[in-house]
């Protein structure tokens, strides 16, 4: 595996994406300082666990096997990151629910329409 951007560099990346979008502000910046946080971490995990041979399952003290901790681990991040991903508008779901695309502006016509309803 490559090496892992960090996470000042996933944090403007995802800013970068988030203006071509449309819907970056900087009030967002906590969220996403937490969510490039939450992709280092899953990466570093992914790296850890190709390194460590895919090893899924670890044996438990009474000779079973379970879940190994870094499978676990990265399943958890990967909930998490979808989380924020869809709260950032990062995500082809967040973008289309609503009424036109994030950060698209409505019409002074849509506007006073909508009020009505």
């Known amino acids: 595996m490559s090496k892992v951007p960090t996470k000042e560099t ?3 990346r995802t ?5 071509s979008l449309g ?6 910046n906590r969220l996403i300082d937490i969510y490039s946080d939450a992709v ?7 790296k850890e666990f190709e390194e460590g041979g895919y090893q899924y ?11 190994s901790a870094i499978v676990a681990t990265i399943e958890n991040l990967r909930k998490d990151i979808l989380a924020y991903s869809d709260r950032l508008c990062l995500n ?8 036109g695309s994030p950060g698209e502006k409505k019409s002074k016509l849509a506007n006073v329409l909508r009020r009505r309803e």
Do not use: C, F
Request: net charge positive; no cysteine.
């Open 92 to 99: 082809p779901k967040s973008t289309q629910t609503g009424n």
């Open 10 to 12: 996933i944090k403007r």
């Open 40 to 46: 280092h971490q899953y990466l570093l995990a992914q």
């Open 15 to 19: 800013i970068a994406d988030m203006k």
């Open 23 to 28: 819907v970056h502000k900087s009030a967002y």
């Open 57 to 67: 399952e670890t044996e438990t003290a009474a000779g079973g096997t379970k879940k």
